[in-house]
């Protein structure tokens, strides 16, 4: 059993900042991609970023400049920080964990995070 756990969402106003946070817990050997989606009312759901057990990080454009993720294996979390947030940010925000377990690789999801953009 693996459990996925964010937390850190919540209301900012347009240019703050918000960290989330992504946990992992249970049986696994390791986490190869640790990842950030999002999905606001009406759309489909979008990478936000991703971060490989290598290092090799990938962003969607709109969160180059902007977000950054980050990974600790030891203490199976990832990390997004967001800055210059802008009410076009507000969306449930979802952890995707690619784990390693039982020779195989699976796909976890978290239940999603609320990040509210707004004055």
């Known amino acids: 059993q693996v459990q996925v756990v964010e937390s850190g969402g919540g209301l900012v106003q347009p240019g703050g900042s918000l960290r989330l946070s992504c946990a992992a817990s249970g049986s696994f050997s390791s986490i190869r991609v640790m990842a950030w989606y999002r999905q606001s009312p009406g759309n489909q759901r979008e990478l936000v970023a991703a971060?490989?057990?290598?290092?090799?990080?990938n962003y969607a454009d709109f969160a180059k400049s902007r977000f950054a993720i980050s990974r600790d294996d030891a203490n199976a979390t990832v990390w997004l920080q967001m800055n210059s947030l802008k009410p076009d940010d507000t969306a449930v925000y979802y952890c995707n964990l690619h784990i390693s377990r039982l020779g195989a690789t699976f796909s976890y999801w978290g239940q999603g995070i609320q990040v509210t953009v707004s004055s």
């Open positions: 971060l490989t057990v290598g290092g090799i990080a």
